[in-house]
Nanobody, 115 residues
Framework: QVQLVESGGGLVQPGGSLRLSCTAS????????MGWYRQAPGKQRELVAR???????NYADFVKGRFTISRDSTQNTVALQMNSLKPEDTALYYC?????????WGQGTQVTVSS
């Protein structure tokens, strides 16, 4: 079992920045793909960004150039730096660890972008 705990969400004005962090209960980065997903009210959960065990990164088109995913294996953390936030980025953000058909999810952290 792997526990994932997110932090760093909050209320920010449009154009502002937030940094989300996900701490895993053990070091899994060498075998799991880590990702950030989000779900807005009334919408499906969608992939925001992910980083593979080999360190490759992928981003959804709607965050390219604004968000950056990174990881720190010494701290068992995966971060999502979010810049130039827009009201449409408002959602519950989830951390995910995936390996083949095994998925772990965190409880989510709320991000609200509003003036």
């Amino acid at each position: 079992q792997v526990q994932l705990v997110e932090s760093g969400g909050g209320l920010v004005q449009p154009g502002g920045s937030l940094r989300l962090s996900c701490t895993a209960s053990r070091n899994i980065f060498s075998i799991y793909t880590m990702g950030w997903y989000r779900q807005a009210p009334g919408k499906q959960r969608e992939l925001v960004a992910r980083i593979t065990s080999g360190g490759s990164t992928n981003y959804a088109d709607f965050v390219k150039g604004r968000f950056t995913i990174s990881r720190d294996s010494t701290q068992n953390t995966v971060a999502l730096q979010m810049n130039s936030l827009k009201p449409e980025d408002t959602a519950l953000y989830y951390c995910n660890a995936r390996m083949i058909n095994i998925n772990y999810w965190g409880q989510g952290t709320q991000v609200t972008v509003s003036s």
